[in-house]
């Protein structure tokens, strides 16, 4: 499977910095055509590359071609 797309620009607009910090971080898997497939609202405060991790691990399960960071 090809790598999946991490798309942080909306987030970078709002917060005016990448992702990064420890926060509930809410996610949204997209699938090729741009269908909203899933949204992964984590319930404990997570650093970013652990809360990355775990969305990347749900987007493989449901097949999605993009995580979108949302602010």
């Known amino acids: ?13 709002e917060h005016g910095h990448p992702p990064a910090g420890r926060r509930f971080w809410l996610f949204t898997l997209v699938s090729e ?9 984590l319930n404990e405060q997570l650093i970013y590359p ?4 775990r969305a990347r691990a749900t987007a ?4 999605a071609f993009r995580i979108i960071v949302e602010p």
Do not use: F, N, S
Request: glycine share 4%; net charge negative; proline share 0%.
């Open 60 to 63: 493989e399960q449901r097949k």
């Open 1 to 13: 499977m090809a790598e999946i797309e991490v798309y942080t620009a909306r987030y970078e607009r």
């Open 50 to 53: 652990a809360a990355l991790e």
């Open 33 to 41: 055509t741009g269908a909203i497939l899933y949204e992964v609202k």
